[in-house]
């Protein structure tokens, strides 16, 4: 493959535009947006209104006057249409260790008579923490249940309350059978919670096809909402009248602003709300899903699993005797947009690479992590990202000792 034909790939990409819509740093390919995606331009202006006008002269007015009481339904409702939900099953509030606390707490409530929560071994690390932590906190009530990624389907038993799963797993990129767990999950009367951080904006989803009972995710990565977003929770219309979380607050009540000494739950999905919201990152979020107008999640995985193709075969072609090898499944049709190679020295290589201009992160133990997202990443930066890749291990430029001692943040 040669640049003049990824070039063609990029002219003739129904994407191209949408590239515009954000502020791109010059001279740097950017494969991190599975963990911070790029700056809408559109958010740039929105926060400065609010910062200048709503906050700076309409103040406390604007909870009315510019519907910020209202955004988390209406920024919930945006992401409700690129995960298959419906309008008012999903808020937008605190982060996802919060909010799978409160659907966590809300399925072990529906389940008395059970205390199996199932989760595997891929699980995103602080998913299986908030379990940890309400299984201390209830002794005796939540037993947590690990088994690996392969064997959930057959762990699923009568003694199941509820199954916790990350559909797209962070390191493999390998996904989860969304509908045949959650039919087995249904069949024995247990319920599923999905964790979409790395597959809401990624790969299509469609929970109520799925009949998902609830799911999570995160904004801040392929939806653009900026460092810290709030993130998202889903619960499916049967269920919102009777699942009631343990962690409740005033933004979560009937009448909020009665200003009563008893917890009454709004109707709906309102009641997952707790506490204010901050809206300096909702705004930025609000304005930042307008990117997503017109978009086909189908055809935007296409573009996905096209790019992770592309950008594999060349590796594996240039650097294979440079000891890189990939991280999971080779059929990325069954793989969310996300790239791992394996490599020795891997955190040294991508500190490498990111001096180059090239941006991917690190997981331990030796993974190199890659997130292709197709709204702005061009057929190109893949091309480019692969040929420097291959100049890093080749001159072995990454072995220095500014590259191979470990920072903070990994």
Not at 134 to 151: H, M, N, W, Y
Not at 254 to 263: G, I
Request: aromatic letters at 10%; charged letters at 20%.
């Amino acid at each position: 493959m040669k640049r003049k034909d990824v070039l063609a790939l990029d002219r003739a990409d129904p994407f191209s535009k949408k590239r515009k819509l954000f502020k791109l740093p010059k001279n740097k390919i950017y494969l991190d947006g599975n963990s911070l995606g790029v700056l809408p331009k559109a958010s740039i202006a929105r926060v400065k209104h609010l910062v200048e006008v709503e906050w700076g002269q309409d103040l406390i007015t604007s909870w009315n006057k510019h519907g910020w009481w209202n955004l988390p339904q209406v920024i919930g409702d945006k992401i409700a249409k690129l995960i298959g939900a419906v309008p008012n099953s999903v808020v937008v509030a605190d982060t996802i260790s919060v909010n799978l606390f409160k659907v966590l707490s809300a399925a072990i409530t529906m389940r008395p008579e059970r205390k199996v929560v199932l989760s595997d071994s891929g699980n995103f690390p602080s998913d299986i923490y908030v379990a940890q932590g309400l299984s201390r906190f209830l002794t005796g009530k939540v037993d947590l249940k690990i088994v690996a990624p392969e064997q959930i389907l057959e762990a699923i038993s009568e003694d199941v309350a509820v199954v916790m799963l990350t559909e797209t797993d962070y390191r493999s990129a390998r996904r989860h059978d969304m509908q045949a767990i959650t039919a087995k999950a249904h069949s024995v009367g247990a319920l599923v919670i999905w964790d979409l951080a790395h597959s809401a904006g990624a790969v299509p989803v469609d929970v109520m096809v799925c009949d998902a009972d609830f799911a999570v995710g995160c904004t801040y990565k392929y939806l653009n909402g900026g460092p810290g977003a709030q993130a998202f929770l889903f619960v499916n219309p049967r269920l919102q009248q009777s699942a009631v979380p343990a962690l409740v607050g005033w933004w979560g009540h009937a009448n909020p602003f009665a200003f009563s000494l008893d917890f009454v739950p709004a109707d709906g999905v309102r009641r997952f709300q707790s506490g204010t919201q901050g809206m300096l990152n909702m705004v930025a979020l609000d304005a930042a899903m307008d990117a997503w107008k017109g978009v086909s999640m189908e055809r935007l995985y296409a573009k996905a699993v096209k790019q992770c193709e592309m950008f594999t075969e060349l590796v594996e072609n240039q650097c294979g005797e440079f000891g890189v090898s990939l991280y999971g499944e080779h059929n990325f049709h069954q793989r969310g947009s996300h790239v791992c190679l394996q490599h020795q020295h891997a955190y040294a290589v991508i500190q490498a690479l990111i001096s180059h201009g090239v941006v991917g992160d690190f997981r331990a133990p030796n993974l190199m992590r890659f997130g292709f997202t197709p709204l702005y990443t061009s057929y190109v930066d893949v091309f480019d990202a692969a040929q420097h890749l291959y100049e890093v291990l080749s001159k072995r430029l990454w072995n220095k000792k500014k590259f191979l001692t470990k920072q903070s943040v990994t």
